[in-house]
């Protein structure tokens, strides 16, 4: 097993940005925003999702396009912004976002014992 610092550290971290008070029930146009700087941004793997938008990268660089999406959605015209953060920053062994859904896949494949 790798000791602390031999592991690459990789945060994945789920982040929704939403618009509030902007007169109308969808949010797709502030959602375009924020992805657009996500991408642009290129530091970081990420997988828009309909709820949130996976990021997996440096915690620190995380953080940093975090806020610039959030400053990306009050650009487009928010005057108010609920930001909701979900981290998971493991340090023990590095795991892609795309590994902890087939690990679940897996299990789901094999029969429950009885």
Known sequence: MKSYLEVIILAIVAVSVTPIGTGSTSVSRFVAEAERVVREDGRVRYRLDPMFT??????????????????????????RISTVIKIDDRRDKEVRMEEKVEVVEALLKKRPEN
């Open 54 to 79: 996976t990021l997996e990268g440096d915690l620190s660089v995380i953080f940093e396009i975090i806020q610039k999406v959030h400053d990306a959605v009050a650009q487009a015209g928010a005057a």
